[in-house]
């Protein structure tokens, strides 16, 4: 597993950890939203490092999910 797959699932787990308030909803509403923007955003610039612009997907909203 590459550590930008390593990165993601650990993201992933921590927004359904019941003890994060937006458990419900934050992955399938919003990070799965950001996801699709930042992939057709590096498709309209094609000079972007599409690895960079996925970990700051993961890590944009970090600061809500590192307490857990």
Do not use: G
């Not at 308030?21 to 930042?38: G, M, S």
Request: glycine share 0%.
């Amino acid at each position: 597993m590459s550590q930008l797959e390593q990165l993601k699932k650990y993201v992933i787990d921590k927004t359904f950890n019941k003890e994060f308030i937006y458990h419900k909803w934050f992955y399938e509403y919003h990070l799965k939203f950001v996801e699709q923007l930042a992939k057709e955003l590096c498709e309209l610039y094609p000079q972007a490092d599409s690895n960079i612009v996925q970990i700051m997907v993961r890590i944009h909203d970090y600061d809500k999910i590192s307490d857990i």
